[in-house]
């Protein structure tokens, strides 16, 4: 998982009907990043945990559909989504978050080489484990 560390953002609580003068973003400007920007700096753990749950979310909903499924396996869908909030989303960025506390930003080729051998060292292991039991736990099968 790579993590990306935006700068700290004030978004102010958006109107429930704007008034006219307030400008309306057009349809593809640039406002709703800033939006998910500020969001981002403010709840990185929690946003984490929610983008993670919606990938493995549809990453599981496709895979059934491409192994035949006649109908969706919910409880793998939830286990699923369970998993990646917890372990992938939240997990992976606490995870992180530590990772760029102890060895610093990120200034070059060398720095992205380390942290990505310990991500692969020390966490990948912990994930992968993680995800193989939480899921088995929650569908009660064993996928060994």
């Known amino acids: 998982m790579v993590g990306i560390v935006l700068p700290t953002s004030r978004v102010a609580a ?3 009907r704007p008034s006219s003068s307030v400008p309306i973003a057009p349809l593809g400007g640039a406002g709703w990043l800033d939006d998910y920007r500020g ?4 709840h990185y753990v929690a946003t984490a945990a929610i983008q ?3 990938v493995r979310g549809v990453a599981d909903l496709v895979g059934q559909h491409l192994h035949g499924a006649q109908t969706v396996d919910l409880v793998h ?3 699923m989504v369970l998993a990646g909030v917890t372990i992938s989303g939240a997990g992976g960025a606490v995870w992180l978050r530590h ?3 102890r060895l610093g930003p990120t200034d070059g080729a060398p720095s992205v080489l380390r942290k990505s ?4 060292v020390c966490w990948a292991p912990v994930v992968n484990a993680a995800n193989l039991c939480l899921v088995s736990l929650l569908t009660a099968r064993s996928y060994s």
């Open 39 to 42: 969001l981002v700096s403010e």
């Open 77 to 79: 869908l939830a286990a």
């Open 117 to 120: 051998v310990l991500d692969y």
């Open 14 to 16: 958006p109107h429930l």
């Open 52 to 54: 993670m749950g919606a």
């Open 99 to 101: 990772l760029e506390g």
